[in-house]
Every structure is written in C-alpha cells, then in structure tokens.
Antibody, heavy 122, light 110 residues
Framework: VHLVESGGGLVKPGGSLRLSCAASGFTFRTFGMNWVRQAPGKGLEWVAVISYDGSNKLYADSIKGRITVSRDNAKNFLYLQMSSLTAEDTAMYYC????????????????WGQGALVTVSS | QSALTQPASVSGSPGQSITVSCTGTSSDVGGYNYVSWYQQHPGKAPKLIIYDVSRRPSGVSTRFSGSKSGNTASLTISGLQAEDEADYYCSSYTSTSPYVFGTGTKVTVL
C-alpha cells in the first residue's frame, strides 16, 4: 500500500488549493479514504472522509463549508479542495486509508501517506 | 467536538511499563468501543497500533496493549524500549464528528 500526497505549498490568506493523494498497492475503489491534518508542533485533527464509491462524505465542523473531498476511482486518486484559507489551516495534510473495505465509517486508519505541507501566509 | 484529553508527557526507563490515558465523554470514548491508538515518530506519518480498544493490527508488538473503563481509554507499553520513544494519539468514533483525536502524549525513554 502506497499513498503519496501532492499539491501542498505556500498560499496567501483567502486563497485556494487542491491536494491530491495517489494510491497504489491495493484496490482503491473498495476503501473509504480520509484527510487528517497536523499543524506544526500540534496534534492530529481529522478533516474529511469519503466512502469507497464517493457517495458519502463527512467533514469536520471546523472546516466544513470551505473544503470538498472527492475521488477518482478510475485513476486511483483522492482529492481535497480547500478555499478561503487562513493561517489556522497551515498544517501537514495526510491522506489515510480506512481500515476495512466497504464500511462507512470504518473507524480507523491503517495506512497513511507522508503528508503534504500547506502554509498559509502573506 | 473537543479533543480527547491525554497527558502531555509520560516517561519510563527501559524495561518498565508505562500507561497513557485518554479521557473523553459518553459521546465518544464512553459510548463506543471504537477507540484506537496511533504512534508517530518525529517527521513520520502516524501508525495504527491499537484498534477496537484492545486489538493489535498484524505486525504490531505484543508489548502494546489497550483497555477502556468508562470514559477513559488506556494504552500500556510493556518492556519499554528506546524505539518506543514517540508521540502517541488516541482516537475515538463520536456521535457527532465522526472522529476525534486525543491531544497527544510524548513518551520519553529515560
């Protein structure tokens, strides 16, 4: 199982960014996927989950309305579209696989990528 | 949804046992047996080490064990080793979020 995030970088306050997560080594279309973020020196914060087929999505209240999670099962990619970014969104963003296939929610995250760093600053 | 409460740091000598607590409410830890623990070494991604309160994924050392009583879950590391020095996070399913993590605990091997 291999998860590789990309799309991070420096963005100005109020700006937008789309993160991608390339998945390989497993049957992507059968597992729900999550985004979890970690601000510098801080703890983990769950951000969003999307079901294996993309039909169900849930978001953390702290960021709901400013993000959209999506996936392309034909290309084995997970995405996170973020908008109206503030300094509080500065964090490492990890994509993480659900522990069990076909479940929603699946309660645990068994494989994680190495993260994409998003820095929001003027 | 507020983060679950963990001690900021716990330390122990090699070979000792330590316990990390994780306190929530009846809406998360106390209400469901969907508690998990993650180990994170500096600069690395988290790793799942306990799920369903006390179950270990394949390949995780038997030195790691989990339990729960009421609104508090616990992670015990037995026979502490230098490689166990890391940050540890609990997580629980919640009635609202659906997931919440703990504040994190830095485990130091003296």
């Amino acid at each position: 199982v291999h998860l590789v995030e990309s799309g991070g970088g420096l963005v100005k306050p109020g700006g937008s960014l789309r993160l991608s997560c390339a998945a390989s080594g497993f049957t992507f279309r059968t597992f729900g996927m999550n985004w979890v973020r970690q601000a510098p020196g801080k703890g983990l914060e769950w951000v969003a989950v999307i079901s294996y087929d993309g039909s169900n999505k849930l978001y953390a209240d702290s960021i709901k309305g400013r993000i959209t999670v999506s996936r392309d099962n034909a290309k084995n990619f997970l995405y996170l579209q973020m908008s109206s970014l503030t300094a509080e969104d500065t964090a490492m963003y990890y994509c993480a696989r659900d522990y069990s296939p076909f479940m929603f929610p699946a309660f645990y995250f068994d494989y994680w990528g190495q993260g994409a760093l998003v820095t929001v600053s003027s | 949804q507020s983060a679950l409460t963990q001690p900021a740091s716990v330390s122990g000598s090699p070979g000792q046992s330590i316990t990390v607590s994780c306190t929530g409410t009846s809406s998360d830890v106390g209400g469901y047996n969907y508690v998990s623990w993650y180990q994170q070494h500096p600069g690395k991604a988290p790793k799942l080490i306990i799920y369903d309160v006390s179950r270990r994924p394949s390949g995780v050392s038997t030195r790691f064990s989990g339990s729960k009583s009421g609104n508090t879950a616990s992670l015990t590391i037995s026979g502490l080793q230098a490689e166990d020095e890391a940050d540890y996070y609990c997580s629980s399913y919640t009635s609202t979020s659906p997931y919440v993590f703990g504040t994190g605990t830095k485990v130091t091997v003296l």
